[in-house]
């Protein structure tokens, strides 16, 4: 059974850094895409970015809101993966879900996320 | 790069058919043939329903699809039940290892 469990929301002030670990289980990880999907409250889902299998050539992509200020890493060895999160502004507040990509777009199985609150 | 564009809300009643669009642009959705949907109940994660326009992957009922047409994509639940009750959002493969997802509909059983 495919599990994926998000940890590290909480609230952090704007300007601040925040990282997001997803434990990962039930697949072979090393062969999958990770992705990280948020959503605001009360609002739709947006794709924040991926990190490729190093087979695929394990670079990253991200949408243009966060360039710059997140990163996504991955430890093959551990099944884990991270969104460091700088910079924090108060749009970045949202649930995060850590999710496996399909290169098509086709995000599988989802965690249950983690909520994010940046506010003073 | 804007969310794709979905209806705010569909609604009708038990054994009825809905179908909710998704309209894109001929850079995501009318270039590519990969339009997904996910259905999410509240407070819940989504949960994948269709992939690659039309395919329904296992487990998923088959009064749930899917089809396209130029810029618009479409989900189709036939035979609703109270179940089928949630948001439902599109999404497309935009190019460069790039993804949309559309506005979210909220599908309300009568």
């Known amino acids: 059974e495919v599990q994926l469990v998000e940890s590290g929301g909480g609230l952090v002030k704007p300007g601040g850094s925040l990282r997001l670990s997803c434990a990962a289980s039930?697949?072979?990880?090393?062969?999958?895409?990770m992705s990280w999907v948020r959503q605001a409250p009360g609002k739709g889902l947006e794709w924040v970015g991926h990190?490729?299998?190093?087979?695929?050539?394990?670079?990253?992509d991200y949408t243009a809101p966060v360039k710059g200020r997140f990163t996504i890493s991955r430890d093959d060895s551990n099944n884990m993966v991270y969104l460091q999160m700088n910079s924090l502004k108060t749009e970045d507040t949202a649930v995060y879900y850590c999710?496996?990509?399909?290169?098509?777009?086709?995000?599988?199985?989802w965690g249950q996320g983690t909520l994010v609150t940046v506010s003073s | 790069q804007s969310a794709l564009t979905q209806p705010r809300s569909v609604s009708g009643s038990p054994g009825q058919s809905v179908t909710i669009s998704c309209t894109g642009t001929s850079s995501d959705v009318g270039n590519y043939n990969y339009v997904s949907w996910y259905q999410q109940h509240p407070g819940k994660a989504p949960k994948l329903m269709i992939t690659d326009v039309t395919r329904r992957p296992s487990g998923v009922p088959d009064r749930f699809s899917g089809s396209k047409s130029g810029n618009t994509a479409s989900l189709t639940i036939s035979g609703l039940q109270a179940e089928d009750e949630a948001d439902y959002y599109c999404?497309?493969?935009?190019?460069?290892?790039?993804?949309?997802f559309g506005t979210g509909t909220k599908v309300t059983v009568l």
């Open positions: 999404c497309s493969y935009a190019g460069f290892y790039t993804y949309l």
């Open positions: 999710a496996t990509l399909a290169p098509r777009g086709v995000f599988d199985f």
């Open positions: 990190f490729k299998s190093i087979t695929d050539g394990g670079t990253t």
């Open positions: 039930g697949f072979t990880f090393r062969n999958a895409w």
